[in-house]
């Protein structure tokens, strides 16, 4: 049973543009959400996290929002880069130390 | 260079055979994740470590693997009688237990049977 339910499965985006990627938990236990970016051949890489106490957080030009009541969260990539291009996974754990639930991923695209 | 390190990067090997795979996390790290990731596919929880003490273990985890971590440093990975299922990018992470701390991952050995 897949817990934690990503969309789009792909998406390509103009270079400058604003990329959206949305996810949904069941688990109401979870309350640690991750993001992390993976190139081709490299492990994921942690790109920024939330805790359900904060609506949003944002690190530079990568947003998360967070809706508890919704149980969604996503990850808004604005003035999208071709260095951007690559699959984005969030994930979900009960807390920040233990095993993560991921998402089956998206893979960005950014046209120059 | 003092991330995750996964050796080796590459394993191709006969169904049938035994592989094993070793972790070494981040030196301050005492918290070590196996995860599987098919082509496609989010990662997925194998098992995971607090020091040398194995906390958990999936129900993907079946008889034929095991992990291990001796003395609470690196880690292995053990997979006998490979079937062709198994085929599949293995991850290692690591994180500091206790408190709120994020897992770090290495870039994983990719497994093919043949």
């Known amino acids: 049973q897949q817990q934690v339910k990503q969309s789009p499965q792909s998406l390509i985006v103009q270079k400058g543009g604003i990329s959206i990627i949305n996810c949904a938990y069941e688990n109401t236990a979870f309350d640690y959400f991750p993001w992390y970016q993976q190139f081709p051949g490299k492990g994921p890489a942690l790109l920024i996290a939330?805790?359900?106490?904060?609506s949003e957080k944002k690190e530079g030009r990568f947003t998360i929002s967070f809706n508890k009541s919704a149980k969604q969260f996503s990850l808004h990539i604005m003035d999208s880069q071709p260095g951007d291009s690559a699959t984005y996974f969030c994930?979900?754990?009960?807390?920040?130390?233990?095993?993560?639930?991921f998402g089956g991923g998206t893979r960005v695209l950014v046209k120059p | 260079d003092t991330g995750v390190s996964q050796n080796p990067r590459h394993k191709i090997t006969k169904r049938g055979q035994n592989v094993t795979f070793r972790c070494d996390p981040i030196s301050e790290h005492n918290r070590l994740y196996w995860y599987r990731q098919t082509l496609g596919q989010g990662p997925e929880f194998l098992t995971y470590?607090?020091?040398?003490?194995?906390?958990?273990k999936s129900r993907l985890l079946s008889d034929r693997f095991s992990a291990e971590r001796p003395k609470g440093s690196f880690s292995t990975l053990e997979i006998q009688r490979t079937e062709q299922g198994d085929s599949a990018m293995y991850l290692c992470?690591?994180?500091?237990?206790?408190?709120?701390?994020?897992?770090?991952f290495g870039d994983g050995t990719r497994l093919s049977i043949l």
């Open positions: 992470a690591s994180s500091l237990g206790g408190g709120p701390s994020p897992q770090h």
């Open positions: 994930a979900a754990s009960r807390a920040a130390g233990n095993k993560l639930t």
């Open positions: 939330i805790r359900p106490d904060v």
């Open positions: 470590f607090q020091n040398e003490a194995q906390l958990e």
